[in-house]
Structures are given as C-alpha cells and as structure tokens.
C-alpha cells in the first residue's frame, strides 16, 4: 500500500517534467563502488521509463590519477587544474571514454535503458580550443604566475544534432568532457562545464550536478546549515561575500552560466547519498541546493 | 527516501508494461463517491505518465436504476439482465454516456491526462446486433422460459481504428458499453464483454476487471480464501466444480475469451480498495486474481 | 444529363472549400423528426466527402426541457436564458451527450461517415468559468434584476488539440456545448457561442447556423424581406436601428465575434429546409443570410 | 434545390470510389474541339475533388494523321495498325507528347487540377520492346503476309513509382502511349492497352475507355442495342459469337486484361457524349458497357 | 591508382555541393549528337549521384528550325527573338517537349537516372502572359521599329511544388521552356530565362548555361582571353564598355538576375567541350566563367 | 580532364552501391601513421558523401600490446590469441574505445564526415558470453592443451538497432569489438568477426577487411600469385589444400560466414596500400581478394 501511495505522490512530478530534458552530471562520488554505479545507472534509467529525457555527463578525476600513477606518472595540479601534457591526454581519454564512460553506459543497459557513450569527437559535438596561458594565484606563497596548462580547453561550439536523433529515439547518452579542435586533436575539459553548456543549448529543465558536498552551506564547516533554495541574484551576493568560495565556486558559475542560456532549475547535490538523484526530483524539498533563475 | 525506494522497486513493473496496452473495467464500485472517482482517474493517469496506454471501459447498473427510479421507471432483470425497452435504453444512454463517462473523463482531465469519451457509436466503435430470445431459468420457480430481454446487443464487430488513433496520441479513451445496429439504433452491452472483447482485438497486455469482491474465492463466504494466480485450465476446472458461479462465471468467462484472443493477463479486482489497480500491477502479488493463459 | 451538369455546378465550390473546416451549428429544429436528423447527418457526411472538414456543434433546448418535464422539473428561463441548477445541469449533460450527440453521430456512421461526439470535457476542449450575475431586464415588468443563473459558463479558453488530430485523421467531430472548471464540474454553454469560438479558433472557412427563420429578415413579419448579404458594418447597423434584435442578436454577435477571429463567412440560415447546409454552400446565392467582414 | 438533391445523390458513388484509382483512356474523339476538350478536363478534375484519383492515358491518331499530311507523308496501316518508321515514331511522339498531352494537361490546370504529362520515357514508366513480324490478313485480299509494322511496341514492364509519388502526391498523371526500349529509343504503343496494363498494375478500381461508339452493341447497326452489363465469361461468348469484332475486340481484350490483373470494372463508353465519363460513374445505370469478372 | 586519386580530389566540391540544387540550362549544342546527348545526360546522373540536385532546363533553336523548314515555314527573328505565330507556337511545343525533352530524359534513364520532362503547363509550373509589342533596333538600316513577336511570353510566377516533389523524391526534372497563360493557352519562352528564374525561385546553390563559347572573353575573337571569375560589379562594367555585348547580353543579364535572386554562383561554359559540366563544379578553375555575387 | 573522365568510369560502381552498407573492418595496419589514419578516414567519408553507408570496425592489436608494455605487463597470446585477464580487458578497452575509436572519429569528422563511436555495450549491440576453454595445440611441441583465454567472448546476439537509427541519419558508425555479458561485464572479442557478424545482421553489400598482405594468395611467399576472385566452394578447397591456413584462415571463415548470412561479396584486401578500400570498390579488378557466394 505504501508503494503505491508513493507512486501516487510522485505523480505531479512525472508530470511536470514529462518529456523534459534532465541534464546529470555524474562526479567521480557516484562512482565509489559498483553498487553505487548501479544504482546510478537505474535511476537514471528510472527518469528514462516515466518520461523525462536524461543526458548524463560523467567526470572522473581519481580514476585518472589513478592511472596515471600505475604508469608512474604524477599528476600536476595548478590552481585546482590538471596540467594535461600528450601523454596525460591520452590516459584521460582512455580513462573517460574507454573505462567510466563504458561501464556507465552498460550499467544503464543491464537496467533496462539504451545507453550510447559519445565523447566531444562523435559528430564533433564539443569543438574547442586550447586555453590561452592564465595569471593563477600560488595559493602557498600567494604569488602570481602565468600558467600554460596544456591541451586543457575551452568549448567554442556545442553540435547537438546527435544528442536530439539519440533523445528522439529513446537513448540515454553518456558524454565524456572531451573536446576536439580543428585539427582533430584532443582537448581536456571540464565536465560540470560540458553539462552546463550542453544544458543550455538543448533547453534542459534542469541541470542536476552530483558532488560530495550536500550542497551550498551557509557554514561550510556545517553540513546542517544547507541553503535548499537560492536564486541566481541570491546566489551572486553568496560568491560576494565569500559564502560560495573553492571548489564550489566554478559549480555555482556553472549553475549560473546555465540558468541564463534558459535552463529552468540548477542543482547540486551530494551524490553519496543513494538515489540523491530521485530524492532531488520527486520529493518537495529535494536533498541539496537549488538555484533558480 | 521510502518514497524513492518505492519508485526503484516500481521500475520492473514500469519496463515490463512500456507501451503496453492495459484494458481496465470500472465497475459502478470504483465510482461510490468522488473521492473514489476521482482516485481512480487519478491511477489510470498515472499508469499513463509512467508509459502505460490504459483504456477504460466503465459500466453504471447503479446510477441507471437510480435514475430509473427518479421517472417512476422500475427496473427489472431477468437472469441477472437488465430487460431493456427503449425508454430504458434512452436512460441506459443518458446516464452512461452523458453522465458517468463525461465525469470519468473530466477527473482524468483533471489530474492531468488526456481523456475522451467514447460509445460504440463513435466512427461505429462496437457494431451490434439485438439479442436473440434466450432460455432463462427462473431462479425462484426453477422453470425455464423464453425471455426476450429487448435492446440487449451482442459484438458483431470492433472497428479500432478510434482507438488506434486516440492511443498513439496519448489520449485515454473511455468508453460506454453502447452498441449501435445497423440501422443507428442503440443496443444496450455488457461492460465486462466489452472490455474483454476490446482487449483481444487491440493486443491488450492486461485485461483487470474492477469488482467489489477480492477476486475469485475459494470459499465465497471467506475473503481470505482469495485465489491469487490460476491458469485457464485450472479456473476451467473451477467453474465445472462450482467455485466459480453465479455473478462471477461472466466475468470469469470474459477473462478467459480475453486471454484466448490473445490478452497476456486478466485480473479480477476489488475496485473497492483505494489504489487498487496499482496495487495490482506495481507489486508481486498484486491484490486479486490474476488468470494467465 | 441533369445529376451531371449539377455536380459540375458544384465544382467550382467544391474547390473553394476544398480542405477547409466548416463549422456547422444544429439546432433542435435540425433534429425535429428522424428523417430530418438523417438528412442533416448525410448533408455533413457529403461535406467531407468532396473534401471539406465539418465540425458539428449542437444545440438540444427542446428536448431538455422535455426531459425535464418528465421528471417533474419545471424549465424556467430569465431573459432567454436557462437557469440551471445542479439537478438541470445532470440532466443538461444527459441530453445533449448521451441522446442528441450519439444520435448525430450514429447518423454520421449510418451514411458513411466517420463521426466522434465531444464535450467541452474531452480533453479539456472547452475550459469555462461560471458566469457572474448579470442584470437582466424582467420583460414583462421591465423593472432590471441581478440574477444569477446558476451553473451556466462562460467559456476561458478553447484546447483544440483533440480537433486537428480527429480532423486531420478524417473524422467529423460532434460537439456538446458543456464546459469544464478547473474543478472537474460541468457548466452549461451556449452552442451558438461554442460554434463560434470554435470557428475562430480553428481557422474555420466558415461558421453556418441552423435555426428556425429563413435568417436576417429587414422585417421580422416577413419572410420574404430576407437579406442575403451583408458586411460586419451594414449587420452593426441593424443592430443599432433595431432590426436585428431579441433572438436573432446573440446568433449575430456570434458570427461577428467568429469573423473578427478570422472566419471568412458566417451564415445564418434556416434549418427547417431539406438540405439547407447544401443550398447554402454549393448555389451562387444560398438561402440565407451571409455575413462577411 | 435540383442541385442538392442531386449531389446528394451522387453521395453513394462518391463514398464508394473514395480514395480509388481510375484508370481514364480519352480517345480522339473526346478531343474533337476545344470546348469537349475543356469539359473531360473538368470531368476529370471533378473526379479528384470528390476524392478519386484519376489516372489519364491518352490516343491522338486523327491528329497525328493530320500532322503526316502536313509533312507531305502518307499514313500507312496494316491491319488497323500503323506501320511506324523512324520519321513516322518522331511525329507520333511529338503529336502525343508535345501536342495533346500538355493541352490536355494545361486545360487540367484550367479547372483547377494538378495535371502533370508523363510519357512511357519518364523515370522509364513503360518499358517495350520491338513486336516481331506478324501475320496479319489482307482485309481486301484475304491473303496473309507477315508484316513487321516497324518501330511499334509491346509492354515490357511497367516501372510504377513515379505515378505513385505523383498520386499520393494529388497530382493527376496524363499519360502518352509511347514506350523505351532498352537502348532508349522510342517506340509506338497502343493507347487502350497501355491503359489496361497500369490499370492492372495499380490496382484500379475501374478503366474507362471512351470511344466514339455507345459500348458494346448486340447489334453494331444499332446503337439501341447496347449491352449495359456483360461479365468476363458472357462477353468471351460474344467474341466467340462474332458480336465483338473489328475495332471493338481489342478494346474489350484490352478490359479483360485489366479485369484479369485485379480491376475492378472496365467500362467502354462513348466518349461525344458530354460528361460522359461522369454519366457513367455517378448514375446507377450508366451510359454505355460496364464489364465486371 | 589514378581513379581513386582524383575521386578524392573531387571530395571537397562533393562536399561542397552536397544535397543542393544545380540548374542546368543545355542549349543546342550540349544536343549535337547522340553521343554528346548521351554524355551530357550521364554527367546529369553523377551529381545526382554524388548527392547533389540537378534540375535541367533545355532550348532547341536549331531543331525547331528545323522541324519549321520540313514544314516549309520559314523561321523569322527580329532582333534576335523568334516570332512565333500559333502555327510555330505548335512546332516549338512538339520539338521541346515531344522531342527534345523525351530524349534528353529517356538518355537520363538510360544512365541509371531518374529523369521526368515537364512543360511550365504541368501543374501551372510557368504561368506567363504575352509580352507587349517592343521597339527593336533594326541591325541593318539602324531604325527603330515596334515589333509584336506573336507567342512570346515573360514569366509571371513560378509554381515550385512539383520540382519539390520530384527532387525531394530523388527525380532529376527536365523542364521546357514553354509557358502557359491564364486561358490554358501556350507561350514560347526563353530557356536561359527559365533556367534563371527557376534557380532563384528554387534556392538553387549554382547555375550553369551550356553554350557554344567557352564563356565571357576580353576580346571575343580571341578564345584565350576568357574571364575565369567575375562579381557582378565587375560584370555590370563588362557590359558598359561593351565587352559583354550581342548574345552573351542576355545570358550574363540572366546571371545576374539569378545571383540577385539567391543563386550562389552563375556559370556560363562551353557545352561543345565534353564533360563540361563536370569541369566546372570539380575543379578547382572551371572551364568557363564563374559570376558570384 | 583526367579527373573527370575518371569520375565518370566510377559512375557504374557509385550506382551499383547506392545506399547500400559497405561494412569495413580496420586493421592495425591501416592505422600505422596519422597520414594512413586520415587517409582511410577520408575514404571511408567519400564512400558516405558518394551514397553508400560505410560501418566501420576497428582492431588495435599493436597498440594494446604497447600499452601493456608501458603498464610493465607482457602481453601473452595462446594459438594466436590474447589471453585476457581482468587488468589486460581494462588496458584493451581503454585502447580501443578510448584511444583508437575517438581518434578514427575524429577523423572521419575532419574530413566532413558524421563519425560516431560505439563498443558492443551502447545499447547492448553486441550481447556476449565467455568463450568456454578449447583445446590448443602448441604450435612448438605440437602437444594439445585445454586453454581459458580469460574474458575473450563469442557474439551471442547483436541488437542493431542503434546502428539503423545512425545509418539513417548519415552517420558512419565506428565500433570497438568490446561485448558485453549479461552481468553488463566486458568481453574481448575478435573485430572480423564482428564484423563479419554485423554484416550478416545487417544485411551489408559488401565485407571489407584490411590485411597486411595482397590478399589470398595461391603461394603465401609470392605476393605476385593473388587470387584476384574466388566463389564458397573454390574458396573451401583451398581450406582443404593448405593454401588458406595461419592468419588467413580466421579471416577467410569470417568472410565465408557473412557470405551464408546474406553479404554481397567478402574482400580481403591489403590495407597498407594508400586507398586501398576505393581501389578495391570503384576499379574493374579492385586489389586484393574478392569472395562471393
């Protein structure tokens, strides 16, 4: 009786986001373990069979470096950026689309989804170009200095013709945040960027965004002083004074950058928490942040 | 997180029926009062949203006789048959048609689903033909006789085109046990005939008949003798050994011409119980009966 | 010889209307006797044949108020119009769905074509609100009154999606002039109106009344003052210098209404003759009143 | 009021051909002056905007014998056909094809049809070959010769698809009896059987040849003695019997042909009679020899 | 080794010209012979095989010439334009569409492609009206005369639907330059002028007249001063200082009108030369000349 | 001149393949430099932009061992087999789907084409199961032993599906032989076998393998003794006779397999050849082997 009860109180938001495009991105968190990549992969196959349109974007930090270590390579990190030189690329390549990307893409088939992994290449749907050098901060001495980060890039344009034949036909694409330029050369991007971007050029209702942190805390130090509802305008004065700072500052530009290409709801939550996903839709007051235009 | 967990547990049940044709009978039982009404529109709009393509078929016994009465007009049966002449027929019409499923159709509209009334007169859904005198017995007396009942049909043809129509545009047809002859005159039909005679031709997954019993019982004084699963050989058996009888052999027999036209499943439900439809299709046991071939 | 020469008469109006939707309103004197409901139905069906797109709404004040009588309820009507308590609407309802239209339609499959009746809860096709009390003007006593008529609606908006996909699917769509609030309950319209929003709505070529006058008479008392032709301006006009008034105002208002939404020409004419949709549409100057912007 | 009636009466037949293909062979004699040519163009366009689609093939052997003249050569036939050489196959095409076809085709346009002139060339609609010498007998002599009639041709194969994009398309298709052989050079076809064959191959539901006689004649000197309906096994009879002979036989071996390949009726009718084409469709009796299997 | 070398050499006008239309205008000369006829028909089929949409317009000045003098007609110009009283009217329509289309599409079969002739009097393609009398310069004596060249017609509009439908349905159309007036009636147009109009009216990415000069020379005695390119601008002064001067007039005003009209690029080649066609769109230089915009 | 008289020879073979599926199987070989690799990459394109639709699959041998050697793992082969434990199925995922696929995509991208990736997980294209242990012989002690390859996997069904949705839609599927079983676990496949097998499923005209040799060759040392075309039969007794044996073998029964599932034509051909794969399809004798049914 309970089940069905729930079903039925699920029901408005089947309906509110029946045939809408819901833009996931996947951080290395919800891949800890497979149970966690299985259940993942069926919620999100879960969205896929009540109507919704899911697009899932998946990063995968650790389980490069990772790699990288076994060749005995280190990783180089500045001011919270990979440093990718050739080699490097071709272990975040083989990483991303030939390991995470398959094995999220058949997780969500053993469920019952069609999944189909693309990468930036695929019909060149992420074109971009090298980052030019930039002024980072050294965050130990506090000095300035120019950093060449190598074949890390940015995206110049996004080709979604092959993301709407998938989606039409009922598939549930996986994309690596890898980018190709003109030469046909690979470029390192960032995957809450991919997600936002691809978001607002398809016109997702929402951009979800799976992290480790439960979301925007008033005091990060506290997880109980979660903010659940911001607005874009809110958010900003947030950033100002220092409420949103680190490695949730570029989330929440993400978040923005998206809200404003016409994305309808911008969220991030924490994706340790089994079926956070479900949790953010289907219930009232959802279990992270979310921004709103 | 129940709610999520119940939704998880759903998705077998949401895959297995995608797309799925789900023929449901609503008795005069699902309809006692509105918040029954509209709980049971509020169930078949929900199978819609998860992928389902319910098709309703409803009945009214009650609301005719009361509506009988109101115009001093007494309602006889004979053999459990309405006798049907046609100032009875004219009120059969009214009542079914203008009233019962124009109020199913705006509850269904009302939470959100597309729904559209139709008798068998829409585009000559169900061509009929009258009745012919049939031998009664005559339960008090035990005498036998020759009974014309009047307007009373039987299914020449189903033209499904409507439906097909309707159904590929994700509306939820819900239709009147009205025949037409023909010379365009109306005939009076057996919702439970018709529910299952549509389900064969259209390819119906399920056939579930809402009754105010739980199912076929073993002991029909004892609701907990309720037998969930049998096959139809084994209700076969059952009816030649007299479990099943008196109001239950018709819908018995409605199920078993279903599922030899093909229907995949007929359910025998106690309409009564609040989400029973779901409870039937989204866990294990479900509630009722179920018949398999 | 004869049959041939006419149909070749008919050519040039066949391929004027050629695709074009007509909305035709029935009146109840459209429908006084079964010979006259069957003539109309295949005057319709004929419409679509030669490629036309009929829609049909109807009217039934005579039969309701029959109905009425028979159950012992006195119709009452303040200035022209019904009032309707919760027992007239059910019966309202019954009338115009249950009897008038699924007799329409039954004649429409009888000739060949291929009729769906619809209420304005058919998909939510007329969403209206309850009127608000109006002053009307007591005609015998000529002292003004605020009255309030009960369940009768105003009409909010139109969803003409079930339209096109039945139209564009060849079907002839009948429709009962019964509305819908936003609480699922019924509110009683008027067809005159209901055709001609509807018309506007749809993009209708034209928008026919049938009623009981041989249409905009310059002398009420003669039916030989009949006036063929007429612009939105030269119809104001009459309004003003009084001679179009009691009845014949609202149809008027109607078809003005129709034609500032886009109709190319209304028609008042008499439904009282043997095909007078016919006449109307397929001879050089019809039979009754055209009204052009 | 003649008008309606009459259409009304019409409805049975236009309900009945609704949708089907008419297979429409117009001899010379349909062609004689411009005004007969203007009104089997309207007859034609009148078909399709009842709902028919009408097929047209076309004859010109008056008008090429004129052409002849002109060029200051003389006709030849043997055994009623034409002996056909290279000069004689240029003017028969240019009469066919450049002449009569886009005149017919143009006066389509006229009455608001969508003509479009095919001949046997067009995406290689007509595939023939050579005829091998024949005997034919010395209608004079009685004495047999073999003939070879030079470039006239027999069906090879039939390549359908450009009538059928142009039919489902609207348009109707005027089709010249000329044929290519596989070196692409032209050759000379009989129009009746080029008629006979596309309509076997389309599925027509009728072919109606016009001729300049009333149909099949119990007596040929007496043009009261028309039969108005004959069956596949009554009229071999008159073959045999001697009733069917001269020009006649090839028509009617042409309609049993058609017949025999899965049309419906064949019709030989007169084609100087106005609206002959429609006399014969749209009246219960018709005007001239209905055929049937 | 070879082969291959210079198909992919042709790759980039392939991709370039993929899935647009090409306009075509043959003159005379791409008809000299069977085998030119033969050539140019098989060029036609590649583009339509490597993707592209060739739509083909043709002329036949010396043919019906010709055909004229068989006839013992003499053919008269004035000022370079035939005057075409109805008897040549008749001729001009027998050679375009008898003979010289059927040919050139019966070639196009021949080579695997899919080719269909039309007239402007299919489906109203052409609709034009007779040009008014016009004062032509007297080449010899120099005087001004008002000439009335009889049939001669201007395009009034372009009805593009049943290009649309043949093109979108892979059919390569063959279209003569014959118009058609508002009384059914036939007027003689100029092949450059439709093969322009039609190119503007359609989108059409190039068009490409075939004559017999191997395109705008400096000093038009001396083949080796051909202009490769030229903008319209640089064009427009060609014509002031009189290097583009007698027949090429017409042909380059052709071009530009067609430019203006969204035509990408315009070509005037030599059609004597073989593959001339071909020559222009896959190399890098063209043979002839090249106007953009 | 050269260039297009030569596009012209390639006109009868861009007919013959016209919108047919050409599937290619990559060697390592063909993959030796970026120029071989953009070289191919373009072929294949041409064959896209010319009408055929190319289904590309790719090998990796080479580039998988180096990968393990850099990772400090030997790679181990049994009977020509690579033994595949855990860590050698991650390595040779990586490398196919995440190095060698993107890269082959981009490239086709590059050159204007609509490459997309895929491994036998999206959407579960290619179902696999655990090949049991077979008995080797050792090819140095000529002793036989039961051998587990590890995770090296037979097809057991392949799901074409999302190869017919791309084909569709112009693009040029690029797929990694990776299965995956029934617990979403990954398996080593041989690519020409799948190749072979998706041919079959697909109904492909035509099997392209690249080699590293001529082709079949009548004395395996004398590249001068190539068997230019062979049939089954022919091709089974050089089975027979020792001709085909060592690497050719597995090829060949790849070839003949697809032959009995419905392929045109098999082809091993020599992939170090620059334009192998256009010599092969668009010359007379092609280079390399050509087996047909």
Known sequence: ?????????????????HKKKIM?????????????????????????????????VHGGGPE??????????????????????????????MVLVGKISTEIVANIGLHGGKGV?????????????????????????????????????EIESINPEILDVLTENDYIPVI?????????????????TVAGEIGGKMGAEKLIILTDVPGILKDPT?????IKKVTIAQVKELIEDGTVRDGMLPKV???????????????IIDGRIKHSILLEIFTKDGIGTMITP
């Open 253 to 267: 530009l993400t978040c923005i950058s998206a809200l404003e290409k016409g994305v309808k709801s911008a969220h």
């Open 176 to 192: 690596s945040p890898i980018g190709v330029d003109d030469k046909a050369d690979t470029l390192n991007l960032n995957a809450d």
């Open 117 to 153: 992994g693309l990468s930036g290449k695929d019909n060149l749907l992420l074109k971009a170009c090298k980052r030019s050098p930039q002024v980072v901060v050294n965050q130990e001495t506090g000095e300035e200095q120019m950093v060449d980060l190598g074949l890390v890039g």
């Open 222 to 226: 506290d997880p109980g002083s979660l």
């Open 64 to 93: 490069i470096s990772r790699s990288m270590n076994k060749l005995g390579k280190e990783p180089k990190f500045i001011g919270g950026l990979r440093v990718t030189d050739q080699e490097t690329m071709d272990i975040v390549k």
């Open 1 to 17: 009786m309970e089940t069905v009860n729930i079903l039925v109180e699920a029901l408005p938001y089947i309906k509110k986001f």
């Open 24 to 56: 996931i991105k996947y951080g290395g968190h919800a891949m800890i373990d497979s149970a966690a990549k299985s259940s993942t992969a069926r919620d999100t196959v879960l969205l896929k069979y009540v109507g919704m349109k899911p697009i899932v």
